[in-house]
């Protein structure tokens, strides 16, 4: 262990760049979850979070022109797959063109040397790109040429926002102070912070980014207490506003993040896998979509904080849509919550229970590696062990990153099939065994 002993502002701390070191050599891998840590995304990558944003989606479509999808901070691409599969269903593949993006190479490249889109076409369907949200001057494509992104319809952001440093701040008697902190490296290149203090903001150093919005931390500051810390997202508002401005007249920006209320203001990160994790302020970044005036709508529930922000006042058709998808029904919540009800059934005798709500579960997710393991489950429990056999195949077939427990059942599948055909080959014995008698 080496402590370095140097003093940093919280969003120039090394721990950005190691949290980068981290996704870059990790590459994909950061979220399988074979690996001892992994990073979860099973709601934001899910089909139906990508269908009910494709909903949305169809409702902006109004000339010929084809749909500009960008998604940052792709990761491990499982929820381009599925928004993919979701424009084929609403009758939009032919008429969208979805760029995935991440801010390293290493990540994108990871990406395309997998099979996650083999049902779809590179530069017709989708596109690889190298986009880094601090940096969004700069687009590259796989061939490493420049891109010009254009005017988007759709960005994404998934767990995104939060990777970009933020600076932290609190009130002291009216006044603000910047966190400044002293961080510890170990060997294994994980950083940890020693020591945190505070420092008036009079004598702090401010780079050009934050100073742009300082304004708007002030009116924020007015709501908290004494001593609650800040979470100043400068470069996520900096991002923001360059996506922004890249939008077309309707074109919406979606964010979906972790809730702000699973959040503990005491701490001032958190880590996934070596990755950190900067939490966003909702209420600054609502503050900063206000000021512009531009039209903002936020839903919170207990797996996500989302976010959508538009230019313009949507349609009725666009808000309905909004209502039917995050509100009166979320398809998301019901897929996380079905996933555990789907493991309550264990015996053969909930062979109908287990059907209905396979059932209802399809209906929501007829695609995803999920929907084919229950399927699986089912043809088990009814013993029609081929059936089973070859949906489990095609589970593991799209298993990409370990996230479904298919191989479990799997084996079960395996013991299942073993005793059926040990019995098979006693039965001759016994009939004999019975004759003889
Ligand atoms: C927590 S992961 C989320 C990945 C994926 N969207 C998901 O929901 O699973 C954060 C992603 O942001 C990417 N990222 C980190 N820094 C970034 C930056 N400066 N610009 C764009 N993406 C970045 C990481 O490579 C990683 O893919």
Redesign the pocket.
């Known amino acids: 262990m080496t402590l370095s002993g140097e003093i940093y502002s919280f969003e120039e701390a090394p721990l950005y760049q190691k949290?980068?070191q981290t996704?870059i050599e990790t590459g994909i891998d950061i979220?399988d979850l074979k690996n001892k840590e992994a990073?979860p995304?099973v709601s934001?990558?899910s089909f139906p979070h990508a269908h009910s944003i494709v909903k949305l989606l169809k409702q902006v479509k109004t000339s010929k022109k084809k749909l500009k999808v960008l998604?940052?901070?792709?990761?491990?691409g499982?929820?381009a797959r599925h928004f993919l599969f979701a424009c084929k269903k609403e009758g939009l593949l032919d008429k969208v063109e979805y760029l995935i993006?991440?801010?390293?190479f290493r990540?994108v490249k990871d990406l395309r040397s997998r099979s996650l889109y083999q049902e779809f076409k590179e530069n017709i369907h989708f596109r690889y790109l190298k986009?880094?949200?601090?940096n969004l001057d700069e687009c590259i494509d796989i061939k490493s040429k420049p891109y010009d992104l254009g005017e988007i319809d759709l960005v994404i952001?998934?767990?995104?926002l939060?990777?970009?440093p933020c600076s932290i701040y609190k009130k002291e008697d009216e006044l603000l102070e910047k966190l400044y902190i002293e961080f510890l490296e170990q060997d294994n290149h994980q950083v940890q912070v020693l020591k945190e203090f505070w420092m008036e903001e009079k004598k702090v150093r401010f780079e050009a980014k934050e100073k742009q919005y300082l304004d708007l931390l002030h009116n924020i500051a007015e709501n908290y207490k004494q001593e609650q810390k800040i979470h100043f997202n400068f470069n996520a508002l900096d991002a923001l506003e360059k996506l922004l401005n890249r939008l077309s007249p309707n074109g919406f920006i979606y964010i979906a993040d972790i809730p702000t209320m699973d959040f503990d203001s005491r701490v001032s990160y958190r880590a996934?896998a070596g990755?950190i994790?900067y939490i966003l302020n909702s209420q600054l970044i609502s503050n900063f979509v206000e000021t512009k005036n531009y039209w903002n709508y936020i839903h919170n529930d207990f797996i996500l904080y989302k976010h959508i922000i538009s230019k313009s006042q949507p349609s009725y058709r666009f808000k309905q849509t909004l209502k039917e998808n995050f509100e009166t029904n979320n398809p998301c919540v019901l897929f996380c919550e079905m996933i555990s009800a789907m493991k309550i059934f264990v015996s053969d005798q909930s062979n109908k229970a287990y059907k209905a709500l396979l059932n209802e579960f399809l209906r929501i997710d007829d695609v995803s590696v999920y929907s084919k393991l229950y399927q699986a489950i089912y043809y088990m429990k009814i013993k029609k062990f081929k059936k089973s056999k070859k949906l489990f195949e095609e589970a593991e077939k799209i298993n990409f990153f370990t996230t479904c427990p298919v191989h479990q059942y799997q084996k079960k599948l395996d013991l299942l099939m073993e005793r059926e055909s040990l019995l098979k080959s006693m039965k001759p014995k016994f009939l004999g065994l019975f004759e003889f008698n």
Do not use: Q, V
Request: include cysteine; proline fraction near 0%.
């Open positions: 949290s980068a996704y979220f990073i995304n934001t990558s998604e940052c901070g792709a990761g491990n499982i929820f993006s991440d801010f390293d990540i986009l880094d949200l601090m952001m998934n767990y995104c939060h990777a970009l996934f990755a994790a």
